[in-house]
T-cell receptor, first 115, second 113 residues
Framework: ETGVTQSPTHLIKTRGQQVTLRCSSQ?????VSWYQQALGQGPQFIFQ???????GRGNFPPRFSGLQFPNYSSELNVNALELDDSALYLC??????????????FGPGTRLTVL | GNSVTQMEGPVTLSEEAFLTINCTYT??????LFWYVQYPGEGLQLLLK?????DKGSNKGFEATYRKETTSFHLEKGSVQVSDSAVYFC????????????FGTGTRLTVIP
């Protein structure tokens, strides 16, 4: 069984650019969540997707957007990058309904550096 | 609102020492509580969890008890090993709305031989 995978592993961008991060959920998992982990901090919830629709959002501006595809993989897009967007971006997948509050399985993350 | 406060790190212990990492929380309703571990270069892994008051979660020699009266979920291990060196995160899910987690800031543990 393949776990959660993310690409790319590392990414360097400059301020004002746009970036797309990708996540493949674990087999059979239909819910995907994205988290931002700044250096020395705990992960913060960005948003969650269930069956291709946003199912909840944390305190992040609209320039953070996402997509989920029919195969449950997901993308995180960030527009107009700022220096503070430099962080490890984690994707997590879970099975079943979000309201079942099943365990989330995390990927290794994408390290984004904004210069 | 929901928040998790964790013991500041880093923590350095000798092998076979006793470990405690403190965690307290603020939450609405009846949250579930978790400890996650992050090994170098890897993603977060669920270490243990507890879903209601007085539950004890345990795994790989680690334990934590859900204490509603003190809003705490302290992580303990009787005898740490070098392989336990990692960053440990306390987290909660408030079991409302989206299935999202609120994390503490993490505690880095280094175990020396």
């Amino acid at each position: 069984e393949t776990g959660v995978t993310q690409s790319p592993t590392h990414l360097i961008k400059t301020r004002g650019q746009q970036v797309t991060l990708r996540c493949s959920s674990q087999s059979g998992h239909n819910t995907v969540s994205w988290y931002q982990q700044a250096l020395g901090q705990g992960p913060q919830f960005i948003f969650q997707y269930y069956r291709e629709e946003e199912n909840g959002r944390g305190n992040f501006p609209p320039r953070f957007s996402g997509l989920q595809f029919p195969n449950y993989s997901s993308e995180l897009n960030v527009n107009a990058l700022e220096l503070d967007d430099s962080a490890l971006y984690l994707c997590a997948s879970s099975p079943g309904l979000p309201s079942s509050y099943n365990e989330q399985f995390f990927g290794p993350g994408t390290r984004l550096t904004v210069l | 609102g929901n928040s998790v406060t964790q013991m500041e790190g880093p923590v350095t212990l000798s092998e076979e020492a006793f470990l405690t990492i403190n965690c307290t929380y603020t939450a609405t309703g009846y949250p579930s509580l978790f400890w996650y571990v992050q090994y170098p270069g890897e993603g977060l892994q669920l270490l243990l969890k507890a879903t209601k008051a007085d539950d004890k979660g345990s795994n790989k020699g680690f334990e934590a008890t859900y204490r509603k009266e003190t809003t705490s979920f302290h992580l303990e291990k009787g005898s740490v090993q070098v392989s336990d060196s990692a960053v440990y995160f306390c987290a909660l899910s408030d079991q409302t709305g989206a299935n999202n987690l609120f994390f503490g800031t993490g505690t880095r543990l280094t175990v020396i031989p």
